[in-house]
């Protein structure tokens, strides 16, 4: 799917994708903050715009798990190389980081 063609709730769909709570994407968005409670629930529902919505978020989910996946083989590379140097220190550092990163701690 691309872009909406109702630039307006392309604009909200991609506000609601970053995280903005549902009315403030909606203002936002150029719509009148009077009555953007309603409107906004009712909007949110619509087809083109939820099925949007959700080609997004899948897009951001897919470049966060690259991001963490670079992060991730950055931190063993240095774990590799705090190792081989006897600096264990450094290697538990990164080890730590990498737990951080995958919702262990």
């Known amino acids: 799917m691309t872009a909406l063609i109702n630039h307006r709730h ?4 991609q506000g609601l994708a970053l995280g903005k709570p549902q009315t403030t994407a909606y203002i ?8 953007a409670q309603p409107n906004s629930a009712r909007l949110i529902l619509n087809d083109m715009v939820s099925a949007r919505l959700k080609e997004l978020q ?6 966060n798990e690259q991001d963490l996946d670079t992060m991730i083989a950055h931190l063993e590379r240095a774990r590799g190389s705090a190792m081989a140097l006897g600096q264990s220190s ?3 550092q990164a080890i730590m980081a990498k737990a951080k990163l995958l919702g262990f701690i």
């Open 28 to 35: 936002d968005a150029g719509y009148a903050a009077n009555g």
């Open 58 to 63: 899948s897009q951001n989910r897919a470049r």
């Open 90 to 92: 450094a290697a538990v």
């Open 10 to 13: 392309e604009a909200f769909a």
